[in-house]
């Protein structure tokens, strides 16, 4: 039996969660959009602080010729989970704004 290469395994993975993932946000109902915003903000940081690890750990080593792709890679990853924690509470605050009352004049 032939070994398969783990690049086919990691894609495949990375295939199937694009799918459940697809599945599991179009089917939420829009009650449960904050929560699962609120849930969304709290992945997003853990990306952050992957992506600050990434970078800082091809930093310390001699500069190998793949640390600027992990540079990169891990400034991408803190810029778009920032922009999605950022955009995740502005949705979160307006929603909850509209559960507010309002005052008469």
């Not at 599991?24 to 449960?32: E, G, H, K, R």
């Not at 853990?46 to 992506?51: D, E, N």
């Amino acid at each position: 039996m032939e070994h398969v290469d783990p690049t086919v395994f990691r894609l495949a993975i990375f295939v199937l969660s694009i799918f459940v993932g697809y599945y599991v946000v179009w089917s939420v109902t829009p009650a449960l959009h904050t929560p699962l915003m609120a849930v969304t903000n709290a992945i997003s940081s853990v990306i952050i602080v992957g992506g600050l690890i990434a970078a800082a750990a091809m930093s310390a080593q001699a500069g190998g010729p793949n640390a600027w792709i992990a540079k990169g890679a891990g400034v991408a990853a803190v810029t778009l989970a920032s922009v999605n924690i950022f955009g995740g509470f502005m949705v979160t605050r307006r929603m909850l704004a509209m559960y507010k009352k309002k005052e008469r004049a």
